[in-house]
């Protein structure tokens, strides 16, 4: 059970509802991760990989087992909302917290924008009658709204819908499977292996697009605040729904890469229309089973996938508001539904910016989503780094197994990962990081140096801006 003192020891109070169980947490993160999300961008791994997209998301699986590993050995040292924010600030220091915070902002802020917009695009072309810019007001509003009730409401919502998108994945496997049995397809491991295509830096390269559908799983560390038995269930949650989600995201790519039509003109043109997968589906079922896959895709990123980003945004910013570091109204929590209200206004309003901007551009999904994975990599890269200085270096641990080759090979896999992505990516990546660097020096120029209660004696200020909000 969690001990109410936990954050009051940092500086805080507990404001936040605690109510989500295991189930609630891993429905969360199955819906964050979107079970058929490898569906959107299946060709762009497929083209990416050299054809050995099932390769691709087995490795990003691998890679972020680590990842997941070091996430909960920082959860239970410091149990609140803010996740790679709090582990690196408390973990190695507040200026690095904010620097990892900023980076990580960037994938959060960014996702929902990405979801609505993919999802819109995607409604507008079954549904040409309704505009692009009808499809994102609509999925914004009935999010905020949901978000807006309580977390309560938002587990429902996304339990009901995570149904939905199961049958639709059971669906494709059986019709799939069935299609392939029947010599439809061309069954073979090509999409684990091809000695043809294979280098180590085009599955790298290939990763760092699969990861997209693998973010989410970090989000459950946001509900750190609102999950009952805490920290250790917030462990065994972001594991369990890592592993699953890989299983099932193997399972359907695999499927798929037997079933494209011509694979040479896929990996030779790549797949503009992101419509590869839907043909695959196509060829297994009809044109009923593409329209299936893709409304439900469309559907699953407009609605639950978007709300629980809308979630894990608005408790970044909430944590880091609450530090000062980002304006205070942020900071602000419902009395009535215990949720940051301002924190998740605010970014139903981004996101709905965003995303009409994003479709004015012909480039739109495919620079956000670089934008998104290269933050979220660089995050996750600073994230082994804090559970190496805090328990090895600071703590004196002896775990080395748990507190250095853990961390240190998660660490490695990534870096090789970051180093072989999208060259726009990392350029429009560090420009972020770089303008980061900026607002941190104005931060320190202004006297409003990053401070995180429970590394010093709060402030008397301090204390009283906490008990305020």
Same mark, same amino acid.
């Given at each position: 059970?969690f001990?109410?003192?936990e954050?009051? &020891?940092?500086?805080y &109070?507990?404001?936040l ?16 991760m979107?079970?058929?999300a490898?569906?959107?961008i299946?060709?762009?791994v ?9 390769? $691709?998301y ?6 972020l087992?680590f990842t997941?590993?070091?996430?909960a050995?920082m959860?239970?040292a410091f149990?609140?909302s803010g996740s790679?924010?709090n582990?690196?600030g408390?973990?190695?220091s507040?200026p ?7 980076v990580i902002?960037l ?6 924008g ?5 999802a ?10 309704v ?7 609509g ?5 905020? @709204? ?54 180590w830096?085009v ?5 760092s697009?699969?990861?997209l559908?693998f973010?989410?799983?970090?989000? @459950?560390s946001?509900?750190a ?8 269930q917030?462990?065994?949650a972001?594991?369990?729904?890592? @592993? ?8 359907q ?7 494209v039509?011509?694979?040479s003109?896929?990996?030779?043109d790549?797949?503009p ?7 695959a589906?196509q060829?297994a079922g ?8 893709a409304?439900?895709t ?10 629980v ?10 944590a ?16 009535r539904?215990s949720?940051? @209200?301002?924190a998740?206004?605010?970014?139903? $309003?981004?996101?709905?910016a965003?995303?009409?901007?994003m479709?004015?551009r ?6 956000l989503?670089?934008?998104i994975?290269?933050? $979220? ?14 328990h090895?270096?600071?703590?004196r641990?002896r775990n080395w ?21 999208n060259i ?11 303008l980061?660097v900026?607002?941190?020096a104005g ?5 409003r ?10 402030q008397p200020?301090? &204390? ?6």
């Amino acid at each position: 059970m969690f001990d109410q003192d936990e954050l009051t &020891r940092y500086g805080y &109070r507990q404001e936040l509802s605690r109510q989500l169980r295991f189930r609630d947490l891993l429905a969360y993160g199955l819906v964050y991760m979107v079970p058929i999300a490898p569906m959107a961008i299946f060709g762009s791994v497929y083209a990416g990989s050299g054809g050995m997209v099932a390769l $691709a998301y087995a490795i990003g699986v691998v890679a972020l087992v680590f990842t997941a590993f070091s996430y909960a050995q920082m959860v239970k040292a410091f149990p609140m909302s803010g996740s790679v924010y709090n582990y690196a600030g408390r973990g190695i220091s507040p200026p690095v917290g904010f620097l990892a915070g900023w980076v990580i902002l960037l994938d959060y802020v960014l996702v929902p924008g990405l979801l609505y917009l993919v999802a819109s695009v995607a409604m507008h072309a079954t549904v040409p009658a309704v505009p692009v810019w009808a499809w994102l007001l609509g999925f914004v509003a009935v999010n905020t @709204i949901v978000n807006s009730v309580g977390i309560r409401m938002t587990a429902v919502v996304t339990r009901v819908m995570l149904v939905g998108e199961l049958i639709v994945l059971a669906v494709f496997l059986a019709v799939a499977g069935w299609a392939i049995a029947s010599g439809r397809g061309r069954f073979g491991w090509e999409a684990f292996y091809n000695s043809d295509t294979f280098t180590w830096s085009v599955v790298a390269g290939a990763v760092s697009i699969a990861v997209l559908s693998f973010l989410g799983f970090d989000g @459950i560390s946001m509900l750190a605040e609102e999950a009952k038995g805490g920290a250790r269930q917030i462990g065994r949650a972001m594991a369990a729904v890592l @592993i699953l989600a890989g299983v099932l995201f193997i399972a359907q790519t695999w499927l798929a890469a037997m079933l494209v039509p011509n694979p040479s003109g896929l990996l030779a043109d790549g797949d503009p229309n992101g419509t590869a997968f839907y043909d695959a589906a196509q060829a297994a079922g009809g044109g009923w089973l593409a329209t299936l896959c893709a409304v439900a895709t469309a559907v699953a990123w407009g609605l639950p996938n978007s709300m629980v980003a809308q979630v894990a945004t608005s408790r970044l910013l909430y944590a880091m508001a609450r530090d000062r570091q980002l304006p205070a109204f942020l900071a602000k929590v419902s009395i009535r539904r215990s949720v940051p @209200i301002n924190a998740t206004l605010l970014t139903g $309003a981004a996101s709905l910016a965003l995303g009409l901007y994003m479709a004015t551009r012909a480039d739109g999904i495919t620079l956000l989503s670089s934008l998104i994975n290269f933050g $979220a990599m660089v995050a996750f890269l600073v994230l082994h780094v804090s559970v190496v200085v805090h328990h090895l270096t600071r703590g004196r641990s002896r775990n080395w197994w748990a507190h250095l080759v853990m961390p240190a090979v998660g660490f490695a896999i990534l870096a090789y990962v970051v180093v072989n992505a999208n060259i726009a990516a990392q350029r429009l990546g560090l420009a972020w990081l770089a303008l980061g660097v900026i607002v941190l020096a104005g931060l320190y120029l202004s006297g409003r140096r990053p401070v995180l209660s429970g590394l010093a004696p709060v402030q008397p200020q301090q &204390r009283r801006d906490v008990e305020r909000v």
